[in-house]
Each structure stands twice: as structure tokens, then as C-alpha cells.
């Protein structure tokens, strides 16, 4: 994949006030309508490649992995390590992690159609999640899946629901989106009886879609397992370059 906005790219020398500026930046060149030659149902079927993204790490290094699926088939992994410069801060995760996740999607020799990230798109303080921010680097249509709420609020209770659910996300005075508006969903990809309760993912856009498109994404990846497919096979794929690490 070739890097289309290099003024993007996540420098963890920035100042806190220089991350955020550009995270606005990033936001105000995101597009959160469907810009996109594909449908959802396109995505089992094989016609599009999806790109699942995700990360391990190892003491002071990162570790991202990336498998890239047609249908049930992987065509295609690559992943990349670099040194971790800043601690965790909340909003500021690609300033983190983005440095190996940009270098693993550099070195892919496939260009995916969808990528399918470990983390907030939308749902972020300012629009501006690691998914929003990868996608608008690469030009290329994004999708966040995370498994805790950053910010927003849901628009009703999010205990125990059932599979296939969905829970709008509305935008709260945290956020600079405008209040009420949905920004992504709450979305209970997996419920299983008899078990104790499996909480929602929280998918967002990241770039070129709109909030329901980018959860119908997500469910068109399926998988029998709570996380969608592509995130989970790039997470068995970290654990394991991790051992061999």
C-alpha cells in the first residue's frame, strides 16, 4: 500500500497540543458518508479484500499484524515492529501504535478495499480515531471496531442484548461532533445462551463511511467468534510472530 498523505503520519515527537491540532486536521479531510465501489454483501461473497489490523507488543517495542482475506481465503499478511515512544494516552492511540501499523500496510503487495482496525474511528474525542486517521493516510475506506467506549453515549442500555443487535452511539459535549449525532453503533456480534453475558463491540467509521455502513461491514465479515474475522485472524497472527518474537 502506498502512503497517500504524508503530512498525517503519526510523529510520537509531537507535542500533546500538536497531536490534537492535527487529530482536527485529520478529522475535517475524513469523509463519514459511503464513498465506496462495493456493498457490504459484497464481502462474503469474496469480491472485496478486507484487511483486519492489529496489534501485540513486546516490552518496549509494537508489534502490528495485518491479514488481508477474499472471502474465507487469506491472500496475503505482512506485519512490523517499532519502538513504543509514548505511554498510553487516551485519544491519542495512533500517535502510539500507528508508526508499525503504517509500515506493515507498506508493506503489503495487495491493496485491501476495506481496513478493518483495532480501535475507534469516529467515536473519538475529535472524529479522529486510529482508524479515522489510517484510513485518511492511506485513502482507503476504514472501519473501527473497539471493544470499550471511548466517548459518546449510547442511545439506550447495552446490557445483555441480543445477537445482531444494534445500539446507536450518539456524540456528546466530549466530542466535537455535534451533540445527538450517531457516530457509530454498539454492536453484539456474538451472544452465546447458557454463558456469561459477552459485551457489545463499539464499530465507528474511520474514512468513506457512513456510521451504518461501516457495522454492516463489520457483520458482512462474520466469524463464529465475537470479533469480526479479519481482526481476529490478525490477532492470532500478532500472538504468534510475538512467540517467535
Known sequence: MKVERERFLPDPALSREE?????????????????????????????VLVAGVDQAFLDDRALSAVVVLRGEEIVAQSHAVTPLE?????????????????????????????LVLDGSGRIHFREAGIATHIGVIFETPAVGVAKNLLCGEPRRSVDSLPAGAR?????????????????????QSRQYPDSTKINPL????????????????????????????????????????????
Do not use: W
Not at 94 to 108: C, D, Y
Not at 176 to 187: K, L, M, Q, R, S
Open 19 to 47: 497531536m490534537e491540532a492535527m487529530q482536527r486536521d485529520i478529522a475535517e479531510t475524513a469523509v463519514f458518508t459511503d464513498d465506496v465501489d462495493f456493498d457490504p454483501d459484497d464481502i462474503p461473497a469474496g469480491d
Open 86 to 114: 509514548i505511554p498510553y494516552i487516551p485519544g491519542l492511540l495512533a500517535f502510539r501504535e500507528g508508526e508499525p501499523i503504517v509500515a506493515a500496510l507498506e508493506n503489503l503487495d495487495v491493496d485491501p478495499d476495506l
Open 167 to 187: 445500539v446507536a452511539i450518539e456524540a456528546d459535549d466530549s466530542m466535537t461532533a455535534p451533540d445527538g449525532e450517531t457516530v457509530g453503533y454498539a454492536y
Open 202 to 245: 463499539y464499530v465507528s467509521a474511520g474514512h468513506r463511511l457512513s456510521a451504518d455502513t461501516a457495522v454492516d461491514c463489520v457483520e458482512a465479515s462474520g466469524g463464529q467468534y465475537k470479533l469480526p474475522r479479519p481482526t481476529r485472524l490478525a490477532d492470532q497472527y500478532a500472538d504468534d510472530l510475538k512467540d517467535d518474537l
